[in-house]
């Protein structure tokens, strides 16, 4: 894995692999999407997906590129593929996971990551992610409507997730 992967390449890959299971994907969902995907490869594969930090914003973990990007779509319109993707769109998601650099575990993760938080809708990921330590910590002192661009750090999100983890496996 290319732990230097491009955030906006791995953000376009995640709407094709949605879009490849009929999920529709708004900008709002795309940042929670890449936020469990870094998260769970923290965990499992202890090394980030890209080198990017999430900041802890209003609305939950947003990375600030990816907002940048996408900031002409409205928060819950569904992002767009091009349709020649469209028309080739199983051959266009097995080319960006190469350009990627995703192992054949991280494709699993991936796939995982899609299929189990992709069904849910953005304002549901973007509740859960506002009960769970990495966001609330980074927000620490904050009122809810406050402006913050402060970071989510690695190193949280993996300690949480993986504190999940243990639990669930005890």
Do not use: C
Not at 51 to 56: L, R, S, T
Not at 103 to 119: M, N
């Amino acid at each position: 894995m290319n732990e230097n992967a491009n955030i906006i390449d791995v953000a376009h890959l995640v709407v094709l692999a949605a879009s490849q299971k009929g999920i529709g994907v708004t900008p709002l969902k795309l940042q929670k999407l890449l936020y469990y995907l870094q998260a769970w490869n923290l965990v499992f594969f202890n090394t980030p997906v890209f080198q990017d930090e999430p900041e802890a914003w209003v609305n939950g973990p947003v990375y600030r590129k990816v907002y940048d990007y996408y900031k002409d779509y409205q928060m819950f319109e569904f992002v767009k593929i091009a349709p020649e993707e469209k028309e080739q769109l199983d051959e266009s998601v097995v080319q960006m996971m190469r350009n990627v650099g995703f192992t054949s575990e991280q494709q699993e993760l991936f796939d995982e990551i899609i299929s189990k938080y992709g069904k849910m809708a953005s304002a549901d990921l973007g509740l859960r992610t506002h009960n769970e330590d990495p966001w609330k910590n980074a927000r620490n002192g904050l009122g809810i409507f406050d402006y913050s661009n402060n970071v989510i750090t690695h190193e949280s999100m993996a300690k949480y997730y993986g504190s999940l983890l243990n639990k669930k496996n005890q």
